[in-house]
């Protein structure tokens, strides 16, 4: 059977090894069905944050639309697509790492072709990309990501997937752009989703949690971020689109939805004004003053979709959650939503950087420790037991010990759960780049370890005040057990649970607050509220003994919900140490990713939790799953 061709990439067919999935054309175009057609087997490799998650899903619900099939690995695939994360230095490694095992992967099939797309691929460095990445056949930018189905020559006529005509081209961009050359096609990209969404090209990797990007791109200048450069200006998506999905996915019965953005605070501000806003009234507390009248902001957008409610007058999507904030746009109407909508949850990530205001200012944060500070104290007035968690970036150029020193001492004033570090590695092309990177690495290393060891004993302590404690824990993981899970590593984060009886499973899942909790119980209570009580505390998780579910089975016949992933194994498991140099990233599965594309060095020496499809991790991933119900 032969390979359908991929003009831009002049596929080659190739004996096939694996079994390929035939295609047979819709109706309407069987005039030009090609009996012995065939589309290549994808692979999809995201490193970085839920954005670059998220994106992954629209690529691989295009891909399958367009009647590609997902390869279980690189080595079965005939297309690999890399979503990159240009965040910080080891990302761009880890990618620079594979060239070697992509060459070798062409050599044995010819018909192999690699894709590199996100943070990573921006307009002035294509020259070097393809001298650091010499595997990779086609790169594309951040907004480009939608063409990928056309540049591959998949989106002709006859192409046999589920493609809809091209939406109406959407209006000019109104807004301001930087100076970077930033291409029309990006400001197409609300409309793209909302189109992917329509006609259900969106493949989402969980029945349970759902991603919802509602703004895309960054205006802020944060000297040591590349996230400006390499997606653009803000644009938000239409209210009305954002609601429309939140929507779907309530009666797909997804139990937690995450609004997406690199700064989700500024969503609206690019919207056009409207009567119906009218009553939308704020300004900026700090950072350069805009226009905000009168237009929809993510307090509004919070209230509505809070306000989907199920027949007995529940919150339709039980959990809601937004990511990544920027202090400079976290007013007081956004603090009102979470304190007054029941499905906001008592969770706010929120990157600090520094708690020096000398280091600030040289890394453009445009907030002071001091109004830091008061917004942590009304946000915990505001939503009593809130959790907090933050990044912080250690050696940033010409960071002394005193102004490390005030970084710790910040860290003990606001007493944050989490803490994602890492030291500071330059990036290409940003404005800190021309600074001088002075703090020694071994120095940097010294500090990061003194903070992280700080934090644990800080994360510790918070967590220990849950033993004891009621509380309400999305189940979304049954841990597969490991070789050596039986000694000791296996028991520790599951403290004094014992193990599983016939019919039980280790389970994971998350509180409101964001914490990992870990109980033992059926696998069915995967993608279901249950109630917990605590019973151990760790650095990093809680363990609790199951109480009873807190809400019925997921709705028969909602889509996604007989198909719920019954094993999202974790089967990092959950409680080692985020010190640097751990590679186990063990206590991540979310939370890792938790810090977002915005400012965001993880976890330092963690491996990359981020990197969620990672071809090493492929016995735990689950199925790309679109509306439709194609699978491969
Ligand atoms: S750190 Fe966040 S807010 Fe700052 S430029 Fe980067 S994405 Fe924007």
């Given at each position: 059977m032969a390979i359908r061709q991929l003009p831009v990439l002049d596929l080659t067919p190739r004996p096939p090894s694996t079994p390929r999935r035939a295609v047979s054309a819709p109706?309407?175009l069987?005039?030009f069905a090609t009996d012995d057609l065939a589309m290549p087997a994808f692979h999809v490799w995201?490193?970085?944050?839920?954005?670059?998650?998220?994106d992954s899903?629209e690529m691989a619900g295009a891909l399958l639309a367009a009647g590609c099939s997902e390869a279980p690995s690189m080595e079965a695939a005939d297309l690999i697509v890399i979503n990159?994360?240009?965040?910080?230095?080891?990302?761009?490694?880890?990618?620079?790492?594979?060239?070697?095992?992509l060459a070798r992967l062409k050599a044995a099939n010819p018909a192999l072709r690699v894709v590199l797309t996100g943070?990573?691929v921006?307009?002035?460095?294509r020259?070097?990309l393809a001298?650091?990445y010499p595997a990779v056949d086609l790169f594309l930018r951040?907004?480009e990501e939608p063409e990928l189905v056309a540049r591959l020559g998949l989106a002709s006529p006859t192409a046999p997937g589920l493609l809809a005509?091209p939406?109406?081209?959407?209006?000019?961009?109104?807004?301001?752009?930087?100076?970077?050359?930033?291409?029309?096609a990006?400001?197409?990209?609300?409309?793209v989703?909302?189109?992917a969404?329509?006609?259900?090209r969106?493949a989402?990797?969980?029945?349970?949690?759902?991603?919802?990007?509602?703004?895309?791109?960054?205006?802020?200048?944060?000297?040591?971020?590349?996230?400006?450069?390499?997606?653009?200006?803000?644009?938000?998506?239409?209210?009305?689109?954002?609601?429309?999905?939140?929507?779907?996915?309530?009666?797909?019965?997804?139990?937690?939805?995450?609004?997406?953005?690199?700064?989700?605070?500024?969503?609206?501000?690019?919207?056009?004004?409207?009567?119906?806003?009218?009553?939308?009234?704020?300004?900026?507390?700090?950072?350069?003053?805009?226009?905000?009248?009168?237009?929809?902001?993510?307090?509004?957008?919070?209230?509505?979709?809070?306000?989907?409610?199920?027949?007995?007058?529940?919150?339709?999507?039980?959990?809601?959650?937004?990511?990544?904030?920027?202090?400079?746009?976290?007013?007081?109407?956004?603090?009102?939503?979470?304190?007054?909508?029941?499905?906001?949850?008592?969770?706010?990530?929120?990157?600090?950087?520094?708690?020096?205001?000398?280091?600030?200012?040289?890394?453009?944060?445009?907030?002071?420790?001091?109004?830091?500070?008061?917004?942590?104290?009304?946000?915990?007035?505001?939503?009593?037991?809130?959790?907090?968690?933050?990044?912080?970036?250690?050696?940033?150029?010409?960071?002394?010990?005193?102004?490390?020193?005030?970084?710790?001492?910040?860290?003990?004033?606001?007493?944050?759960?989490?803490?994602?570090?890492?030291?500071?590695?330059?990036?290409?092309?940003?404005?800190?780049?021309?600074?001088?990177?002075?703090?020694?690495?071994?120095?940097?290393?010294?500090?990061?370890?003194?903070?992280?060891?700080?934090?644990?004993?800080?994360?510790?302590?918070?967590?220990?005040?849950?033993?004891?404690?009621?509380?309400?824990?999305?189940?979304?993981?049954?841990?597969?057990?490991?070789?050596?899970?039986?000694?000791?590593?296996?028991?520790?984060?599951?403290?004094?649970?014992?193990?599983?009886?016939?019919?039980?499973?280790?389970?994971?899942?998350?509180?409101?607050?964001?914490?990992?909790?870990?109980?033992?119980?059926?696998?069915?209570?995967?993608?279901?509220?249950?109630?917990?009580?605590?019973?151990?505390?760790?650095?990093?998780?809680?363990?609790?003994?199951?109480?009873?579910?807190?809400?019925?089975?997921?709705?028969?016949?909602?889509?996604?919900?007989?198909?719920?992933?019954?094993?999202?194994?974790?089967?990092?498991?959950?409680?080692?140490?985020?010190?640097?140099?751990?590679?186990?990233?063990?206590?991540?599965?979310?939370?890792?990713?938790?810090?977002?594309?915005?400012?965001?060095?993880?976890?330092?020496?963690?491996?990359?939790?981020?990197?969620?499809?990672?071809?090493?991790?492929?016995?735990?991933?689950?199925?790309w799953?679109?509306?439709?119900?194609r699978?491969s």
């Open positions: 109706g309407s069987g005039e995201t490193l970085g944050c839920q954005m670059n998650q998220s899903e990159s994360c240009a965040i910080r230095e080891t990302a761009e490694a880890k990618i620079i790492g594979r060239q070697g095992q943070c990573g921006r307009v002035e460095n020259d070097r001298r650091r951040p907004d005509p939406r109406p081209a959407p209006a000019p961009f109104a807004g301001t752009l930087p100076s970077v050359d930033i291409p029309p990006a400001d197409a990209l609300p409309a989703r909302a189109g969404v329509e006609e259900g969106v989402r990797r969980s029945a349970i949690q759902a991603w919802l990007p509602i703004i895309y791109g960054c205006d802020k200048t944060c000297t040591y971020c590349i996230v400006p450069f390499s997606r653009g200006p803000e644009r938000s998506r239409p209210f009305d689109d954002v609601l429309e999905e939140a929507r779907a996915l309530a009666a797909a019965g997804y139990r937690e939805v995450t609004l997406l953005g690199q700064n989700v605070n500024s969503y609206g501000h690019d919207l056009p004004p409207e009567p119906r806003f009218a009553h939308v009234s704020r300004s900026r507390e700090i950072g350069r003053q805009i226009d905000l009248e009168g237009r929809p902001d993510i307090a509004e957008l919070l209230r509505a979709i809070d306000g989907i409610r199920t027949a007995d007058g529940l919150p339709a999507v039980p959990r809601l959650r937004f990511i990544t904030s920027h202090p400079w746009d976290l007013g007081d109407r956004l603090i009102s939503a979470m304190a007054e909508c029941p499905s906001v949850c008592e969770h706010l990530h929120l990157p600090v950087q520094s708690g020096s205001d000398v280091v600030l200012r040289r890394m453009g944060r445009q907030y002071s420790v001091a109004s830091y500070l008061d917004l942590v104290d009304r946000l915990r007035a505001a939503v009593p037991g809130i959790a907090l968690s933050t990044d912080v970036i250690v050696g940033f150029c010409g960071e002394t010990d005193e102004q490390f020193r005030e970084t710790l001492a910040l860290l003990e004033r606001v007493r944050f759960d989490t803490v994602f570090a890492a030291a500071f590695s330059p990036r290409p092309g940003t404005p800190a780049a021309r600074l001088p990177d002075d703090v020694p690495p071994g120095e940097k290393r010294r500090r990061l370890n003194e903070l992280l060891a700080l934090q644990e004993r800080i994360g510790w302590e918070r967590n220990r005040a849950w033993v004891g404690r009621e509380t309400e824990v999305l189940v979304d993981a049954a841990e597969r057990g490991r070789s050596h899970d039986h000694g000791d590593e296996g028991a520790s984060h599951a403290g004094p649970l014992a193990g599983p009886g016939p019919g039980e499973a280790r389970l994971g899942g998350r509180n409101r607050e964001n914490r990992l909790v870990h109980l033992v119980g059926s696998p069915d209570l995967v993608g279901r509220l249950v109630r917990v009580r605590v019973v151990h505390a760790g650095p990093y998780s809680l363990a609790g003994t199951l109480l009873d579910t807190a809400d019925a089975p997921r709705a028969a016949g909602a889509s996604g919900a007989a198909d719920a992933p019954r094993a999202a194994v974790a089967s990092g498991a959950a409680d080692a140490p985020r010190s640097a140099g751990a590679s186990g990233a063990a206590d991540a599965p979310r939370a890792a990713v938790a810090s977002g594309a915005a400012g965001a060095p993880r976890s330092a020496g963690a491996a990359d939790a981020g990197d969620t499809t990672d071809p090493a991790g492929a016995a735990t991933r689950q199925p799953r679109c509306r439709s119900g699978r």
